[in-house]
């Protein structure tokens, strides 16, 4: 198949650009173009366009919200497809709350003011998060002790030409983890269960959170590394400050903070001035400049502390 007749045939799934900045699609703005990149809107047609590249035998890659992403500045020389699907969450009454119906497209944001306007309790620990649904769900995301899997029903994927709906125990949520980091499963919607809170606590909860978040100015995938867990930390626990007791989890940017590695550079790279775990784009940074300062911070934690840190963002060399 010739690249002219691939475009045609791509636009009938979705909107299709030719070598697009992958950089303007990813919160970290980093990545050079990718030959083909289409943009879905509805699960029906993502779901025909992955029919149809398995039919043909073509490779993709796929973008959510792009904010866990570390993508090659050589970009991709094939087909990524951005999942935009985002019609209107179905909310089902069920026991004393809602099940509710979510596209993976849909911002994060969206169900964590969803849920707060119908003073539903369960999803204030997200406010701030950045992201699509599909993403936390395909990265378990969590904040505060807490993460999506708590809540999670149903998971609908497309799988080898299939759509199949699959539980909660079928996913393997683990600490920022799932089995669709390990396999080529799609996520196409899923289903939260909420039920009703203190419409004043959840504000005052979602307040209190987004001061604990530390925001910056530099474009970033938030977290780079998976925290530790506390079972994991090798010196002496009783020395940690109790709400990491409570919480099950070491922050790395404490841990990086011990080493006074705030505002440590390579290149255009710089770890955050306002947190320890933000590997910022601070001045034009290359994957090359993150990567050699990610083996940096990862040397000086083993060096002190003797543990490996994991990052939590993928990486496409």
Not at 12 to 24: C, H, I, M, P, Y
Not at 81 to 102: H, L, Q, S, V
Not at 172 to 192: E, V
Request: glycine letters at 10%; a neutral charge; charged letters at 25%.
């Amino acid at each position: 198949m010739t690249d002219t007749s691939f475009y045609e045939q791509l636009k009938q799934f979705g909107d299709v650009k030719l070598n697009e900045s992958l950089a303007k699609h990813t919160t970290f703005k980093i990545g050079g173009p990718a030959k083909f990149f289409i943009i879905v809107r509805k699960t029906e047609k993502l779901v025909e366009l992955l029919n149809y590249l398995m039919a043909e035998g073509v490779d993709y890659l796929v973008l959510s919200g792009g904010s866990n992403l570390l993508i090659s500045d050589e970009g991709y020389d094939g087909l990524v497809i951005k999942i935009a699907t985002n019609d209107a969450p179905k909310m089902i009454p069920k026991g004393k709350g809602f099940d509710i119906e979510i596209d993976a497209g849909v911002v994060l944001g969206m169900v964590v003011n969803l849920a707060a306007k119908n003073s539903l309790a369960g999803m204030d620990w997200a406010v701030g998060v950045p992201g699509n649904f599909g993403g936390a769900i395909r990265g378990n995301a969590g904040a505060m002790g807490k993460d999506i899997s708590s809540v999670t029903q149903w998971v609908d994927i497309w799988r080898d030409g299939e759509v199949l709906r699959i539980k909660p125990e079928d996913c393997k949520f683990a600490y920022r983890d799932t089995a669709f980091k390990h396999n080529k499963d799609i996520i196409l919607r899923a289903c939260i269960y909420l039920e009703p809170g203190d419409k004043q606590k959840i504000m005052e909860n979602m307040q209190t959170y987004l001061k604990q978040r530390k925001h910056t100015p530099f474009p970033s995938a938030g977290s780079f590394f998976k925290n530790l867990k506390i079972d994991k930390w090798p010196g002496d626990k009783k020395e940690l400050p109790e709400l990491f007791l409570q919480r099950g989890t070491v922050p790395v940017g404490w841990v990086t903070e011990q080493l006074g590695l705030r505002g440590l550079s390579s290149g255009g790279a710089k770890i955050s001035d306002e947190h320890g775990n933000y590997v910022i784009n601070y001045r034009n940074a290359t994957q090359a400049d993150v990567l050699t300062l990610v083996e940096e911070i990862k040397q000086r934690v083993y060096n002190k502390f003797g543990v490996e840190l994991d990052p939590e963002v993928q990486i496409i060399k």
